[in-house]
């Protein structure tokens, strides 16, 4: 994965981990961790809506600290407001953005696009900004 990095290395990104039996989620957890990215321990299956897709919390490449603030900050309520205004994003992109997404094999600045997308409708500055 070319975005996992060393532990404890600056500008880490952590990925949330929910589950209902603690075993499971320390053994993904450990996973997470041996691909190069924080693993944050995100509570059982029925409060994982916090990471869900065009969320806060969600493809934004967040560090472990600003994971646990999106996820605090994430409102069920806007979610498929949110997933809607993403797939007309999405959608002004033409056809062959979605033909990519799908396809798997994505080129070189690709996914940084879709994470941009993600941050830009939960109001967080694009990965290139960051950096």
Request: aromatic share 6%; hydrophobic share 40%.
């Amino acid at each position: 994965m070319a975005e996992g990095k060393p532990k404890n290395s600056a500008g880490r990104i952590a990925i949330a981990v929910s589950g209902d039996v603690q075993k499971e989620i320390d053994l993904v957890m450990g996973l997470v961790d041996d691909v190069g990215f924080d693993a944050l321990d995100a509570g059982t299956l029925e409060d994982s809506w916090r990471q869900q897709a065009c969320g806060p919390a969600y493809c934004t490449d967040l560090q472990l600290d600003e994971l646990v603030k999106a996820r605090e900050s994430a409102v069920k309520e806007t979610l498929v407001d949110q997933q809607n205004l993403s797939f007309e994003t999405m959608k002004d992109l033409g056809q062959e953005f979605f033909d990519i997404l799908v396809s798997g094999k994505y080129p070189d600045d690709f996914v940084d696009h879709a994470v941009d997308i993600n941050r830009s409708i939960n109001g967080l500055l694009s990965r290139n900004s960051k950096k």
